[in-house]
Each structure stands twice: as structure tokens, then as C-alpha cells.
């Protein structure tokens, strides 16, 4: 079943620290890999995406991620955190067209919190 | 650009009466539309994606005649919570993918409707 995989219920960090909100994913094929980013009661904005090439992906706020293929890992990542970036953050899969059925819906992970204080 | 309305942003209703909820693209055109579920501290559930003047396709375990599904126009889907019940208190979620996007480019989120049933 394709599935993806957010290991951290939370992630706690200090302000002004390295950030590393892991997601790994179990799909057929070459799927496309997103982040996105939810505060209190609100819907997801998008941070970025992984469809092809260079395996670093820079996105919105200063965030990052690394998609590596061997170990099928799409980790966020920010240089410097800050007290702002407090939310949730949910990994997504967007299946290959077609395959399935899929009319371009995202299959997410379970979400990470992260806190990051100051 | 890229911006999807949803309304209400929260509802409280009595159980065994319906609510309707909105979702409207503002600035686009969208033909297919995802209806996700999202309970507390987990992630978004699939229910329906909807596709401007078909049925909309439900997902394995979602009645239906209980979500009502509608989208007349290619700028506005609805979600009606037919004789809903406290089990049906949730947070509800739509987004949205632009006639004529990209196959990988991003879904675009509403801000979310909370119900709450009493």
C-alpha cells in the first residue's frame, strides 16, 4: 500500500538551531514529494516539492529539503530555526498520473510538531 | 494567485440537521477538487474528489448519501453533512487543483471548516 511515514510525533528545537523533520515514503513508481506547513486551525500552505533532478530542494521561509532515493527519504530541513516556524508540518506523496486511478489527490504522513523555543 | 475560500471557517449545529459547506477558487478554475477529513492530531483523510459537472468519487469506507458532494461550477465545490452526529465533529479541509496545472504542481488548501455537532 502506498503509504508515507513521519516517525516524530513532535520535534523540539532551540531557536536559532539546525532543523531536521524526517518523512519517508512507500510508493510505487516516481512519485512527487511535498511539504507543507499548517498553523492552529488553519488549512496547509505549501513549503515545496520534489519532482526531478537535483536531489536539494529549496523552498518557501528558508526551508530545505533532501530527497534520497536509496533510502526513499524526503527530510525537511532549516539552517536556523525560529520561534515562528512553530507548527505543523505534513509530508505528501502525489502518486504518478493514472497509476491507480489517481486524479492527483496526496496521500500525507501523520504530521510532525514542531516547537521551537526561543 | 492561487487562492481557495472555504466557508464557513467554523459551525456549530444541533445532531440530525445538515450543514453545508463551501469551497471556491478565487482566482482560478478548478476542475478536480479533494475533500480531506482531518481529526484531532492526525493527519488528512481522503474522503471525495469531485470533478466539475461528474459525480465525485468517494473514498472506500465514506457514505456517500451522508457526504454530499456537489460541483456545479469550476470555481465552487460544496460538501453537505447530511443528519450529522457528534461522530461527524471534525475538521474539514478542501483543496483544490488548477485547470489546465501541471500534473506536479501543488494543490492549493482552503483554510479548513471546523464542525462541531451537539
Known amino acids: 500500500a502506498q503509504s508515507v511515514a513521519q516517525p516524530e510525533d513532535q520535534v523540539n528545537v532551540a531557536e536559532g538551531n539546525p532543523l531536521t523533520v524526517k518523512c519517508t515514503y512507500s510508493v510505487s513508481g516516481n512519485p512527487y514529494l511535498f511539504w507543507y506547513v499548517q498553523y492552529p486551525n488553519r488549512g496547509l500552505q505549501f513549503l515545496l516539492k520534489?519532482?526531478?533532478?537535483?536531489?536539494l530542494v529549496k523552498g518557501s521561509y528558508g526551508f530545505e529539503a533532501e530527497f534520497n532515493k536509496s533510502q526513499t527519504s524526503f527530510h525537511l530541513k532549516k539552517p536556523s530555526a525560529l520561534v515562528s516556524d512553530s507548527a505543523l508540518y505534513f509530508c505528501a506523496v502525489r502518486l504518478p498520473m493514472n497509476y491507480g486511478g489517481s486524479q492527483g489527490n496526496l496521500i500525507f504522513g501523520k504530521g510532525t510538531k514542531l516547537s521551537v523555543k526561543p | 494567485g492561487a487562492v481557495v475560500s472555504q466557508h464557513p471557517s467554523w459551525v456549530i449545529c444541533k445532531s440530525g440537521t445538515s450543514v453545508k459547506i463551501e469551497c471556491r477558487s478565487l482566482?482560478?478554475?478548478?476542475?478536480?477538487m479533494f475533500w480531506y477529513r482531518q481529526f484531532p492530531k492526525q493527519s488528512l483523510m481522503l474522503m471525495a474528489t469531485?470533478?466539475?459537472?461528474?459525480?465525485?468519487?468517494?473514498e472506500q469506507g465514506v457514505e456517500k448519501d451522508k457526504f454530499l458532494i456537489n460541483h456545479a461550477s469550476l470555481t465552487l465545490s460544496t460538501l453537505t453533512v447530511t443528519s450529522a452526529h457528534p461522530e461527524d465533529s471534525s475538521f474539514y479541509i478542501c483543496s483544490a487543483r488548477g485547470q489546465g496545472a501541471p500534473y506536479n504542481s501543488p494543490l492549493h488548501f482552503g483554510n479548513g471548516t471546523r464542525l462541531t455537532v451537539t
Open positions: 520534489y519532482i526531478t533532478g537535483d536531489n
Open positions: 469531485s470533478n466539475e459537472g461528474s459525480k465525485a468519487t468517494y
Open positions: 482566482d482560478f478554475q478548478a476542475t478536480t
